[in-house]
């Protein structure tokens, strides 16, 4: 596997990842917002149907996650000197961009 397809295939991971995390977010941003008033209204078996929905979705989340740390670890394993490299470049760029006042 070419070092241009491992880096898109990580890209293509980390914005999948993005979007999970944002889902999440929107999910437990709209329950702060007066959507489990709603549903405590209704009756008790709604109210488990959403925090079933809710466990159900964190689990999908924290698998996904899961994968994408192993196959972050593998692909630090197979090249450990072009990693070592994109970490320095990565820290390089945020210490420009955080000097910056």
Not at 47 to 56: C, G
Request: hydrophobic share 40%; glycine share 4%; proline share 1%.
């Amino acid at each position: 596997m070419s070092e241009k397809t491992e880096i898109d295939d990580l890209k293509a991971e980390f914005k999948n990842l993005k979007e999970d995390i944002a889902a999440l977010t929107a999910a437990v941003e709209a329950l702060n917002q007066g959507k489990t008033a709603e549903a405590t209204n209704e009756d008790d078996n709604e109210n488990a149907s959403v925090v079933d929905q809710i466990e159900e979705d964190f689990e999908k989340y924290k698998q996904e996650g899961e994968a994408l740390v192993h196959t972050l670890d593998s692909n630090i394993k197979a090249n450990p000197v072009r990693s070592v490299l994109v970490a320095l470049g990565v820290g390089y760029v945020l210490a420009r961009i955080m000097g910056r006042k």
